[in-house]
């Protein structure tokens, strides 16, 4: 069977990392989180002061970065490993997802981060979730998804993802994050969060993880099938 690329895009919490990893699980594929690259980066520049407003510090400090995913049997999904550090769960932190839409929009930290997710799609057969994958990063990919939800539902969502950690942690204070992410990511000058005009547009909202992954697994399905197939003539 042909390998393909899957890119899914969308908006903060919609579900996209948790649709892309069972995708890439049924398939076969290897599961890529591109916000675990934006995160871990804000997470070093907050642990170093850098100031990311200060091009010359940010480039200086994106060149003693390295950032590799490792798969962990015992959660069966690949970690983020920033400087050989596991900071899967680090760079889940509120003080992280402050930041990291400012950092994010940074052209050389996009550009740095941009280059190794190509890279990791050179052998396709891989699902990579963000929010300018299927216009930038690989815009030729076969299959694009855009995946959306009501904003009150993914408010909910998040919410009770951080609460599990943070008890102190409010609905408010969730919204306010979510909707702030949401405007930078979109706004930004470079490669901003849009859908890919070739993108199926898939909306979550009534939809268990359980029901999404059926369509779009039966969308993934398809277009591998008809791309063996035309290979085959
Ligand atoms: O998917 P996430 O919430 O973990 O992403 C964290 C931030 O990273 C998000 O606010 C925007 C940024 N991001 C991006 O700009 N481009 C991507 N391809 C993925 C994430």
Not at 5 to 23: F, N, Q, R, V, W
Not at 155 to 170: G, H, Q, S
């Amino acid at each position: 069977m042909k390998k393909i690329i899957i890119t899914i895009d969308g908006y903060s919490s919609c579900g996209k990392s948790t649709l892309a990893k069972e995708l890439a699980k049924e398939l076969n594929y290897v599961f890529l989180d591109s916000g675990a690259m934006y995160r871990a980066i804000t997470l070093y520049f907050l642990r170093n002061h850098i100031d990311w407003n200060d091009k010359d510090a940010v480039v200086e400090a994106l060149q003693n970065i390295s950032m590799e995913f490792m798969y962990n049997r015992e959660t069966n999904a690949c970690e983020m490993f920033l400087n050989d550090e596991n900071v899967e769960w680090l760079i889940r932190d509120m003080l992280v997802a402050e930041n990291v839409s400012e950092v994010a929009a940074v052209r050389e930290v996009r550009e740095f981060a941009v280059a190794q997710q190509r890279k990791m799609g050179n052998g396709k057969g891989i699902v990579m979730d963000g929010r300018d994958i299927g216009t930038t990063v690989f815009p030729k990919a076969e299959l694009k998804i855009f995946l959306t939800a009501d904003p009150s539902v993914r408010v909910e969502r998040r919410f009770k993802e951080l609460y599990e950690r943070n008890p102190n942690i409010t609905i408010d204070e969730v919204k306010a994050n979510l909707e702030m992410r949401d405007y930078i990511d979109s706004n930004r000058e470079f490669s901003p969060l849009r859908q890919a005009k070739d993108a199926i547009v898939l909306d979550n909202s009534n939809l268990t993880a359980k029901e999404q992954l059926k369509t779009a697994l039966k969308l993934a399905k398809e277009k591998i099938q008809d791309l063996t197939t035309a290979a085959a003539n």
